[in-house]
């Protein structure tokens, strides 16, 4: 079966980059996706990945993904108040349309100013 | 980018009360909808999924005759809570994926927190 799992929480100072750090077991993920969720709202896509890549940027976003380990990281650079949140990484596993993501658990991120 | 309106973002009632979630995709056709539930500081779990047309497939736990989703068109499927209890009180989320490969970023909605007294 398939598993994501990802630190509970990061705090770091604004101005700072954040690194949040995520695991999956399924080998045959073929998409990576994080998204993020501020209180009381829904998720909001921020970037994705597709798994023969080995790095994703986009403007302050910069995604890392080691398939050998299995491991992916979403790194913020130059971190602002405003990305206060929770940050879920999801995978997407080719399978027939009934498949949806499975997520993490999320990491709160917490920027201090 | 797309968007996915989803209506109301709160509902309190009394426990026995039928209550129907919207969620509509805004300038994107939605060939599968995705019905989540989120409870406090804890991630989503999927609840079903709903195609265009065709009856919805729930995940195991999940009491399909409890939570009746229809997806009547490309753009709006609808969740609906009967007979409420405050157990079902969450937060429930809907996302859409528009095309058929399985692969397509999923776009949410703002969820809708339910809260049964």
């Known amino acids: 079966g398939e598993d994501v799992e990802q630190s509970l929480f990061l705090s770091v100072r604004e101005g700072d980059s954040s690194v949040i750090n995520c695991t999956y077991t399924?080998?045959?993920?073929?998409?990576l996706y994080w998204y993020k969720q501020e209180p009381g709202a829904g998720l909001q896509l921020l970037t994705y990945?597709?798994?023969?890549?080995d790095m994703k940027q986009d403007q302050r976003l910069t995604v890392l993904l080691n398939k050998k380990d299995k491991h992916l990281s979403l790194r913020i650079a130059d971190t602002q108040t405003g990305d206060s949140a929770i940050y879920f990484c999801?995978?997407?596993?080719?399978?027939?349309?009934?498949?949806?993501?499975?997520f993490g658990s999320g990491t709160r991120l917490q920027v201090q100013p | 980018g797309a968007v996915v309106s989803q209506h109301p973002s709160r509902v309190i009632c009394k426990s026995g009360t039928s209550v129907k979630i919207e969620c509509r995709s805004l300038?994107?056709?939605?060939?599968?909808m995705f019905w989540y539930r989120q409870f406090p500081k804890q991630s989503l779990m999927l609840m079903a999924t709903?195609?265009?047309?065709?009856?919805?497939?729930?995940e195991q736990g999940v009491e399909k005759d409890k939570f009746l989703i229809n997806h009547a068109s490309l753009t709006l499927s609808t969740l609906t809570v009967t007979s409420a209890h405050p157990e079902d009180s969450s937060f429930y989320i809907c996302?859409?994926?528009?095309?058929?490969?399985?692969?397509?970023?999923?776009?949410f909605g703002d969820g809708t927190r339910l809260s049964i007294l």
């Open positions: 996302s859409a994926r528009g095309g058929v490969e399985v692969n397509q970023p999923q776009h």
């Open positions: 399924d080998s045959s993920s073929t998409y």
């Open positions: 990945i597709f798994s023969n890549m």
């Open positions: 999801a995978e997407s596993i080719m399978d027939t349309g009934r498949r949806a993501l499975t």
């Open positions: 300038d994107f056709q939605a060939t599968t």
């Open positions: 709903s195609n265009e047309g065709s009856k919805a497939t729930y």
